[in-house]
């Protein structure tokens, strides 16, 4: 028990529960991401696939409590790292010094503090959204969820925000997946060049496909 208790106090240990929430919240939102591509088979495959999350609860609840524990978990002990780091290094640089840090590892804070608004943004916009109400209307005909969805990203700078989180979450996923490998002690010559392409290749393919939606809906969804 002491050990354990040692090893979530250390510095490392928070770094290892970053990095491993950090990788479960991929797996969401990779699954998410899977689910949101329904919208590319029209309102009947889209809506079946919220009637059926609907139709789960009250299990879904559980699945939605644990995955905002592991949100805030990830968001907290980032937070932490973050201000432990800066401390440790209180005398602020005179002059610039090359750094070998990759842009998404510089661009961290921003992309996690626009995440975590995103995220809040997000969930009032489509989850807790009236799903058979005004926004729902095509027309004159409620589409459900596919119809919120349409309403939402014909608007220009509504599509422009989500493409710029979507972006946030390419450069996160990006030097998250870095940090969770280096955290299983995979930061050698001969592994490192690899994760770094993966990395990149995930951010960018997340980022890519997620915006695709918006801008399908803009340019090319036909509505029934």
């Known amino acids: 028990m002491e050990l354990l208790q040692q090893y979530f106090q250390s510095s490392i240990g928070k770094k290892q529960i970053v990095a491993l929430t950090g990788l479960m ?26 009637h059926k999350l609907a139709s789960m609860r009250p299990a879904m609840y559980g699945v939605e409590l644990a995955l905002a524990g592991t949100f805030l978990l990830h968001i907290c002990l980032t937070v932490y790292l973050f201000f432990y780091n800066n401390e440790a290094r209180p005398i602020a640089y005179g002059y610039y010094q090359p750094t070998d840090r990759s842009i998404s590892t510089r661009l961290m804070p921003y992309t996690g503090t626009l995440l975590a608004a995103f995220v809040i943004w997000h969930l009032l916009d489509f989850t807790f959204s009236d799903q058979t109400g005004t926004l729902s209307l095509v027309g004159k005909e409620s589409l459900g969820l596919y119809g919120v969805v349409v309403n939402a990203f014909k608007i220009q700078w509504h599509s422009g925000l989500y493409i710029l989180a979507m972006c946030a979450i390419g450069f996160h996923l ?25 990395s990149v290749f995930l951010g960018l393919a997340v980022a890519a496909i997620f915006s695709s939606i918006p801008l399908y809906v803009m340019f090319f969804a036909r509505i029934p």
């Open 25 to 50: 919240l991929i797996g969401f939102i990779l699954g998410h991401l899977a689910g949101n591509l329904l919208i590319f088979k029209g309102p009947e495959a889209l809506n079946a696939y919220a």
């Open 174 to 198: 990006t030097h998250g997946f870095q940090s969770f490998m280096q955290s299983l002690g995979l930061n050698h010559p001969k592994y490192t060049p690899v994760i770094k392409i993966i």
